[in-house]
């Protein structure tokens, strides 16, 4: 699990010793000033260094979220099996060669008919719409394949399970949150199938997690591919403490999207299969 996960690192950065903790103000502020993070933050003194996740499927083919592929993906370089107090500028790096598939297409949000009113309401006295609070999923696409210019050294054979929901089965989540070296999280289980390609789980995702793999917990067959965070927590500022950092969100677990999101493999199955 952990020899096959990458993280997606931009040329310019690889030689930087960014710290979580400014990392972290500079995502969420853009005026860092008298802004301090709370002490009780995970990782906050480590090197923050990558944008990303992935997950070899084959020794040369990398599978990742579809957003996190742009048209700067060739000035950026993929590292696998990358483990906390390495040196990136000294481990060896492969580079993008071929964009095989992507497709991206955002979550459609709708409003419903009271929303509307309500925001007719709030438009009137001059207050900000809230947002809308329907969420379809049925077209929601965040995938793609890359082929590597070369094999990578290391790389280890394992199962695809392109059909596995089975709700409350327990789900690994592995990858790099906030661009930190390599992560895994096996609290959480498997919630709902949204659509045939996108399932939940109660995870707690961070943003760079996006790419990286989901396993099985009893098998380690690769089920998915992590491309949506959710609303499981949230970053600002905690009153009691004087201090910023994350923060359980209020409201109904339960609700998709306060879930988790994965994209199964289905999409990618033929290219998996006919690409050397």
């Not at 993929?78 to 979550?107: P, T």
């Not at 929601?140 to 089975?166: K, M, W």
Request: hydrophobic residues 35%.
């Amino acid at each position: 699990m952990l020899t096959n996960t990458g993280i997606l690192v931009d040329d310019t950065n690889i030689n930087k010793k960014t710290l979580l903790a400014e990392r972290l103000l500079s995502i969420f502020y853009k005026n860092t000033t008298n802004r301090d993070i709370c002490e009780d933050t995970p990782f906050m003194k480590e090197v923050a260094i990558g944008s990303c996740s992935g997950v070899l499927i084959k020794p040369n083919l990398v599978a990742t979220a579809g957003h996190c592929v742009d048209r700067n993906i060739l000035s950026k370089t993929w590292f696998f099996n990358y483990q906390y107090g390495e040196n990136l500028s000294l481990k060896k790096g492969y580079k993008v060669q071929k964009i095989i598939f992507k497709d991206f297409d955002l979550i459609k949000s709708y409003f419903s008919d009271k929303l509307k009113v309500i925001n007719q309401q709030r438009q009137l006295i001059g207050v900000l719409p809230l947002p809308a609070d329907i969420h379809d999923y049925s077209s929601y696409r965040d995938i793609a394949l890359l082929e590597l210019s070369e094999s990578v050294v290391g790389y280890i054979p394992f199962t695809i399970n392109f059909s596995p929901f089975l709700a409350g089965r327990k789900a690994i989540s592995v990858g790099h949150p906030l661009g930190l070296s390599l992560k895994q999280n096996s609290v959480g289980t498997l919630k709902s199938m949204a659509s045939p390609h996108y399932m939940t789980t109660n995870i707690e995702i961070l943003q760079g997690n996006s790419g990286g793999p989901l396993f099985d917990y009893e098998t380690g067959d690769l089920i998915a591919i992590t491309v949506n965070q959710g609303l499981n927590s949230i970053f600002g500022l905690k009153k009691e403490l004087r201090c910023y950092g994350f923060k359980a969100e209020t409201g109904n677990k339960e609700d998709i999207e306060y879930l988790s999101g994965h994209m199964t493999l289905t999409q990618v199955k033929k290219y998996i299969f006919t690409t050397k």
